[in-house]
């Protein structure tokens, strides 16, 4: 089955640094790969989509590459605030139904 | 526009007990989405419908669980009875079914098994 890992379970930078979180997944390609923001008590929100034929996207200060030679997709937020800190996680879709979630990164941006 | 609800927000219950999950989506929103994250695992899937009918229901733990959404409007997941290792937050999303296939998340329901 699918398994996703993501670089680690979290990430200390200092505001105003690039923070850069990392999704690896096993097996096949998904069709879209997705990275979703969570705060405590929150349900996951839809951040960026990008597909498997796409190299990069970019929305404000966030980026999502997919390479998937590597089967890896790495996302970006540019210039970090402390309002960034959240768990940020990795899903991938085959078509539109189910996703699969990575466990997630908590992104801490310290002042 | 009301995003996704879902009510409870926190249940507790002792095990052997039944307990109801309701999720109301996104009006209008065709396709609806049961998911479930246990203490210090990932977020997985359990089961999808497109308006009334079951889609997909191939992560559902076992035949304790028991979703339903008549009308194709708000949905129900009925856990009966409870057992300690179904405790954890249940999420509900839902989409329109149209590209780029956003699933919107309710803020979830906690379920404690005592």
């Known amino acids: 089955s699918q398994k996703i890992e993501q670089n680690s379970e979290a990430l200390n930078i200092q505001e105003g640094k690039t923070a850069t979180l990392t999704c690896n997944y096993t097996n096949y390609s998904p069709a879209y790969l997705q990275w979703y923001r969570q705060d405590p008590g929150r349900g996951p929100v839809f951040l960026l989509l990008i597909r498997e034929n796409e190299k990069e996207k970019r929305k404000e200060r966030l980026k999502v590459t997919f390479d998937t030679t590597l089967k890896q997709s790495l996302f970006h937020i540019t210039a970090s605030q402390p309002a960034d800190s959240a768990t940020y996680l990795c899903a991938l879709s085959y078509n539109t139904d189910k996703l699969i979630f990575g466990t997630g990164t908590r992104l801490q941006v310290f002042p | 526009e009301a995003g996704v609800t879902q009510f409870p927000s926190h249940s507790v219950i002792e095990k052997g007990q039944t307990v109801t999950l309701r999720c109301d989506p996104i009006?209008?929103?065709?396709?609806l989405y049961w998911y479930r994250r246990v203490m210090g695992k990932e977020i997985k899937f359990l089961l999808h419908?497109?308006?009334?009918?079951?889609?997909?229901e191939s992560g559902m733990p076992n035949n304790r669980f028991l979703a339903e959404r008549t009308g194709g409007t708000y949905s129900t997941l009925k856990v009966q009875p409870a057992e300690l290792e179904d405790s954890g937050v249940y999420f509900c999303?839902?989409?329109?079914?149209?590209?780029?296939?956003?699933?919107?998340f309710g803020a979830g329901t906690r379920l404690s098994v005592l």
């Open positions: 419908f497109v308006k009334e009918s079951k889609q997909d």
């Open positions: 999303a839902s989409s329109s079914g149209l590209y780029p296939y956003i699933q919107y």
């Open positions: 009006s209008g929103h065709d396709n």
